[in-house]
C-alpha cells in the first residue's frame, strides 16, 4: 500500500513560480513510477509529467515541458513539480500519482494523492 500526500500549492501571482512536493509512504514508492496530472474546473484531468524510478527519464507533453519539471528523490520518498513562470491556465487540482508504468493515461496509474489546488491570478 501507498499512500501520497501532496503540498505546497496555493495563490499566487502570474510569472511567479511554485514547488510542488509529493510525500509518499510505503517501502515500494522507490520502484514505482511517478507522476502528476491536474484538473481545472469543469475538465478532464490532464496529465502533466511523470518520471521513472531507476533512471530518472522524464516525460511531458507539448502543454507543459519547458516551465514544468518533475523529479524524485528516493531517498526521501518524496516527489516534486517544479513550476515556473505560473499562468491563470494553470489554475487546477494537482495530483501526485505512482504506478508501474510511464503512462499520460489516468486510468493506468495506481495510487492517488488528494490533490493540491494551485490557483494562479493575474
Known amino acids: 500500500q501507498v499512500q501520497l500526500v501532496e503540498s505546497g500549492g496555493g495563490l499566487v501571482q502570474a510569472g511567479d513560480s511554485l514547488r510542488l512536493a509529493c510525500a509518499a509512504s510505503?517501502?515500494?514508492?522507490?520502484?514505482?513510477?511517478m507522476g502528476w496530472f491536474r484538473q481545472a474546473p469543469g475538465k478532464e484531468r490532464e496529465f502533466v509529467a511523470a518520471i521513472s524510478w531507476y533512471d530518472s527519464s522524464t516525460s511531458y507533453p507539448d502543454s507543459t515541458k519547458g516551465r514544468f519539471t518533475i523529479s524524485r528523490n528516493n531517498a526521501k520518498n518524496t516527489g516534486y513539480l517544479q513550476i515556473d513562470t505560473l499562468k491563470p491556465e494553470d489554475t487546477a487540482v494537482y495530483y501526485c500519482?505512482?504506478?508501474?508504468?510511464?503512462?499520460?493515461?489516468?486510468?493506468?496509474?495506481?495510487?492517488w494523492g488528494q490533490g493540491t489546488q494551485v490557483t494562479v491570478f493575474s
Open positions: 500519482v505512482a504506478g508501474r508504468s510511464l503512462t499520460p493515461t489516468a486510468s493506468a496509474w495506481t495510487y
Open positions: 510505503g517501502r515500494s514508492f522507490s520502484t514505482l513510477y
